[in-house]
């Protein structure tokens, strides 16, 4: 696990094998393009090791686990590798106390479900064919490119400040 390092290994796409311990499933708050809801987190027990699956995505208003897919026995779960994400959320902390989870933190969340030979990464499933709860393979691998409207955005309010700030100097000088 050393060797796995964001630059090389971030959202690699990767395959294991083991079974699910659905009672140690952990709820992290999430804002996808399907709303805001929760990821699943759930650990596979595999050979030698244990992952954390982020099995995808439950709306609020669905977060009662009895209407989710439960696979049982051995899986096979594919899906990208993504690294952990330690300390919470922008203006929001993990309240580990609380289970209250707002960022996918595979140290915080092993240590609060007593999980041991976990994986410093977790991995984010792919879709299913299934089409209950969770939904797979929402994972956001390009993002926006923006920057052009933003330059030119602020461009054009530093324009429109000199602009505004030169008739107030010759109005003043009228």
């Not at 311990?21 to 596979?44: I, N, Y």
């Not at 026995?73 to 952990?84: A, N, P, S």
């Not at 289970?99 to 915080?108: L, P």
């Amino acid at each position: 696990w050393p060797s796995v390092t964001e630059a090389a290994d971030a959202y690699r796409h990767v395959r294991v094998a083991g079974r699910f311990r659905h009672e140690s499933t952990t709820l992290v708050q999430a804002v996808t393009v399907l709303g805001g809801g929760f990821w699943v987190l759930t650990p596979l027990v595999a050979d030698g090791f244990t992952v954390l699956v982020n099995r995808g995505f439950v709306p609020s208003d669905r977060r009662d686990p009895a209407g989710w897919r439960r696979p049982e026995g051995e899986v096979d779960v594919t899906g990208l590798l993504r690294l952990t994400e330690p300390g919470g959320a922008f203006l929001r902390s993990n309240a580990t106390a609380e289970d209250r989870w707002y960022s996918r933190d595979v140290a915080a969340i092993a240590s609060a479900r007593g999980l041991s030979g976990i994986a410093p990464y977790f991995i984010d499933a792919d879709a299913s064919a299934d089409d209950r709860l969770p939904v797979g393979g929402l994972t956001v691998v390009a993002f926006h490119n923006n920057h052009l409207v933003y330059a030119l955005t602020w461009f054009t309010l530093a324009a429109m400040t000199l602009g505004a700030a030169i008739y107030v100097n010759v109005e003043r000088q009228r």
